[in-house]
């Protein structure tokens, strides 16, 4: 009796230290998105504007579309649908967030590069970059599906 009565306090111990442990692990929220400063913010928006990524972005949006128009047969009315959400505004914050870590004096010489070479407009941080392309590809599966 004795034994069993020792056994069963020493799992009543073990347990509640085992409690004690587990209670002590904290939940910690993911980090927030990086955003730029307003200073910068601005420059990015000049960068969008200086190389017309809008016009870009548009224009692969649409492109996506005649492809899934094409292969599943979309009716008019879900196509009109669909080009209603090729916004721009609800793709800049994964810009914002990808160049949050840029400083202002490399915004600005970026700006000074795309300003001078019309070439440079065309293939820019915002065409290259592999997060940002990444990005866009899983915007148009989002806002299409």
């Given amino acids: 009796m004795i034994k069993k009565l020792t056994f069963v306090l020493l799992i009543l111990l073990i347990s509640s230290r085992l409690q004690t ?6 939940y910690e929220e993911p980090p927030k998105m ?8 601005k ?6 504007e200086i190389t017309e990524y809008e016009k870009y972005f548009e224009k ?9 128009t094409r292969s599943e047969k979309l ?6 649908q669909l ?36 070439n440079c407009r065309k293939n820019n941080i915002l065409t290259e970059n592999r997060n940002i392309q990444d990005g866009l590809k899983h915007h148009v599966k989002f806002i299409f599906s």
């Fill in 60 to 68: 692969y949006c649409l492109n996506k579309l005649k492809e899934k």
């Fill in 75 to 80: 009716s008019k009315e879900k196509v009109k």
């Fill in 43 to 48: 420059l990015i928006n000049k960068i969008i």
């Fill in 21 to 26: 442990c587990f209670a002590q692990v904290v």
């Fill in 34 to 41: 990086g955003m730029p400063n307003k200073e910068n913010t």
């Fill in 83 to 118: 080009r209603a959400n090729i916004q721009l505004d609800l793709f800049k914050h994964r810009i914002y967030n990808t160049l949050s870590n840029y400083k202002t004096e490399t915004l600005n010489s970026l700006i000074e590069k795309y300003e001078k070479d019309k």
